[in-house]
């Protein structure tokens, strides 16, 4: 019996998720009582916080969160 071909995965827009993305901090940063600023990794989230601290309009810079301290092999 012969399997029928799979479909390809649909391909994810990454401009697309970011405003999704921003759409949601936005309604977060809306309901907060008090100053935000936004904070990232350097593997990967420290570009996003930056470019999110930018498009929200939100004062200062984002952060950036070192993990270097941080063990996983207790």
């Known amino acids: ?3 029928p071909p799979l479909s390809p995965a649909p391909a994810l827009q990454a401009e697309a998720l970011y ?3 921003l759409a949601g ?3 977060m ?3 907060s009582s008090g100053p935000v600023v936004l904070a990232g990794i350097p ?3 420290a570009w996003l916080a930056e ?3 930018r498009d929200l309009g ?3 810079a984002s952060g950036v969160v070192s993990s270097s301290m941080h063990r996983d092999d207790f």
């Open 43 to 45: 593997s990967g989230g």
């Open 58 to 60: 939100l004062p200062g």
């Open 51 to 53: 470019r999110l601290q």
């Open 25 to 27: 901090v936005r309604a």
């Open 1 to 3: 019996m012969s399997q």
């Open 19 to 21: 405003l999704t993305l």
């Open 29 to 31: 940063v809306a309901n």
